[in-house]
C-alpha cells in the first residue's frame, strides 16, 4: 500500500498542470497509512494482496507457532502481543491452550516484519469466510497482553482495555504474569 501511495504521489508531481488538492489528498493518504497503518486497509484487501495460506505445524506458546507454508518451515511470533511465559503458571500454559483451541489447522500469514531472532513477525488469520484475527483473539479473551513497544495499532489497546475491564484471563489476577517483557528481563537478571 505505501507503495502504491507513494508511486501516486510521484505521478502527481510529474503531471502538468497538477492540482495542489490532488497532491494535498495524496501526501495525507500517505501519512494517514503511515500514522494508523493497517488499521486504515480492509482486511479482505490485506489478505487477498499480502498472505499466505500455511498449515499449522506446532502452538509452541501463546504468542509464537510454526507453519508450513507450501515447503517453507515458517516460526511466526504474533504481532502486537506478548503472552506469559510456560514457566510464569499457569498463565502461560492457559495462553498456549486457548491459542491451540482457537487456531484451525490451515491459516492466512500476513507478514508484518521479521525479529531479531529471524521469526517472521505477522497477524495470523483464520483461513475461513469469516477471517478471525488470532493476535487480537488472544487479547480480547485476556490470554496475552498488548506488546506496547512493539504495537502501534489502536484496536489491540482497545481490546486490552475491555479485556482488564472485564478482568478476562491475565486481568483475573495481578502479578508479573500481566507484563511478560518485564518478567523475562527480571528472570535474566
Known amino acids: ?53 500455511c498449515r ?14 507450501g515447503t517453507e518451515l515458517v516460526k511466526v511470533r504474533l504481532y502486537c502481543i506478548d503472552a506469559p511465559e510456560l514457566s510464569q503458571k499457569p498463565w502461560g500454559t492457559r495462553s498456549r491452550e486457548h491459542l491451540q483451541s482457537i487456531t484451525p489447522l490451515t491459516v492466512r500469514l500476513l507478514k508484518i516484519d521479521q525479529d531479531r531472532y529471524g521469526r517472521t513477525v505477522g497477524e495470523i488469520y483464520t483461513a475461513d469466510a469469516e477471517r478471525r484475527l488470532l493476535n487480537l483473539a488472544q487479547v480480547e479473551q485476556g490470554q496475552a497482553a498488548v506488546y506496547p513497544q512493539y504495537c502501534d495499532s489502536e484496536r489491540y489497546f482497545s481490546a486490552e482495555r475491555v479485556a482488564r475491564a472485564d478482568k478476562q484471563g491475565i486481568w483475573s489476577r495481578r502479578g508479573a504474569h500481566q507484563k511478560p517483557w518485564a518478567y523475562r528481563q527480571q528472570s535474566r537478571h
Open 56 to 69: 499449522v505445524e506446532k502452538i509452541s506458546d501463546g504468542d509464537t507457532m510454526n507453519v508450513r507454508c
Open 1 to 53: 500500500m505505501r507503495a502504491l501511495l507513494q508511486s501516486m504521489l510521484r505521478a502527481q508531481l510529474r503531471r502538468p498542470g497538477r492540482s495542489v488538492g490532488g497532491l494535498l489528498l495524496v501526501a495525507v493518504a500517505f501519512w494517514g497509512v503511515e500514522r494508523w497503518g493497517s488499521d486504515l486497509i480492509p482486511t479482505a484487501w490485506k489478505l487477498a494482496l499480502n498472505s499466505r495460506e
